[in-house]
């Protein structure tokens, strides 16, 4: 299984993008029961994971991003989704998504830079 991000793009401040994350190989029966999470690295900064949603679509956030982004998977297509909205310069980085626990191949993640 390979994860394979897109989304990703250039937005003003008070923008929104919508990301997503094929499981690129999977079936349902070993996507479905995993927790998935987004995670997003800036230069100079340490990795942050920002949404987590688990396999009974239980979620959370970090407190950076509470209230403006909202992570929702498919496992019927073996996806996973990162709502953006009211989005700030310091969201600017590479996102990337994790499948917890397991050993699938990592994405090159998705550049989200926000101008002010």
């Known amino acids: 299984v390979h994860l394979v991000e897109s989304g990703g793009g250039l937005v003003q401040a008070g923008g929104s993008l919508r990301l997503s994350c094929h499981a690129s190989?999977?079936?349902?029966?070993?996507?479905?029961?995993?927790?998935m999470e987004w995670y997003r690295q800036a230069p100079g900064k340490q990795r942050e994971v920002v949404a987590t949603?688990?396999?009974?679509?239980?979620?959370t956030y970090a407190d950076s991003v509470k209230g403006r982004f909202a992570i929702s998977r498919d496992n019927s297509q073996k996806k996973v989704y990162l709502r953006m909205n009211s989005l700030k310069p310091d969201d600017t980085a590479v996102y990337f998504c994790?499948?917890?626990?397991?050993?699938w191949g990592q994405g090159q993640g998705t550049q989200v830079t926000v101008s002010s």
């Open positions: 994790n499948a917890r626990g397991q050993q």
């Open positions: 949603i688990t396999g009974d679509f239980s979620t």
């Open positions: 190989g999977s079936i349902f029966s070993v996507f479905s029961p995993v927790d």
